[in-house]
């Protein structure tokens, strides 16, 4: 079946520091990849996305490149802030279907 | 921009009441899901509709059920609250049709607790 599996949390970094999350994917066909995020007491909203194989997504200093060969997204920033502290989700959805996999969350926390 | 809105943010109700939580949005999207978020667990698929009056069930159905009487309007029911169904449920929505990668955009969740 389609899958996500993403880096367990909780992830702690100081401000400036360097982000990756891990994120990989099984599915039975070419699936749309995207990084949601979740501040706390909101709702998820699309932080990016990437449609094919090599391409990269980018927003508010985040990218995820989407490799089919490792079958990976993972999302990185080169210089996090307090600002940042959330939960971030994979996910993906096989073109033309609405159904969305979702990873189980990873939370981020930055310090000052 | 897209706009889904939950009926409530925080929701108490006791253990056999029936609970209604209602999910609106105003983008004329086709697809509507409800989802229920658990620490570890990610978003897990209860109902989606991808029409009015059509409904699917997801991963997680039992103990639920839907109504979509309107385009704009999706409702999920507990028809007997139990402790177990406490949780964070979030709504969402998407445009349908075919060929396409359609993100879903989310509601602010409604946080359920039963006593």
């Known amino acids: 079946g389609n899958s996500v599996t993403q880096m367990e949390g909780p992830v702690t970094l100081s401000e400036e520091a360097f982000l990756t999350i891990n994120c990989t994917y099984t599915?039975?066909?070419?699936?749309?990849l995207f990084w949601y995020v979740q501040y706390p007491g909101e709702g998820l909203q699309l932080l990016l996305k990437a449609t094919k194989a090599d391409d990269k997504g980018s927003n508010k200093g985040f990218e995820a490149t989407y490799r089919k060969e490792t079958t990976s997204f993972h999302l990185e920033k080169g210089s996090v802030q307090v600002s940042d502290s959330a939960v971030y989700f994979c996910a993906l959805s096989l073109k033309g279907s609405s159904d969305m996999r979702f990873g189980a969350g990873t939370r981020l926390t930055v310090k000052p | 921009d897209v706009k889904v809105t939950q009926s409530s943010r925080y929701l108490v109700k006791r253990t056999g009441e029936k609970v209604f939580l209602e999910c609106v949005q105003d983008?004329?999207?086709?697809?509507m899901f409800w989802y229920r978020q658990d620490p570890g667990l990610g978003l897990r698929l209860i109902y989606f509709s991808y029409d009015v009056k059509m409904k699917e069930k997801g991963d997680i159905p039992e103990g639920y059920s839907v109504s979509r009487e309107k385009k704009e309007r999706f409702s999920l029911i507990l028809e007997s609250a139990s402790t177990n169904q406490t949780s964070m449920y979030l709504c969402?929505?998407?445009?349908?049709?075919?060929?396409?990668?359609?993100?879903?955009?989310f509601g602010p969740g409604t946080r359920l607790t039963v006593t």
């Open positions: 599915a039975t066909g070419y699936p749309s």
């Open positions: 983008m004329d999207h086709e697809n």
């Open positions: 969402a929505s998407t445009l349908g049709g075919q060929g396409g990668s359609y993100e879903q955009y």
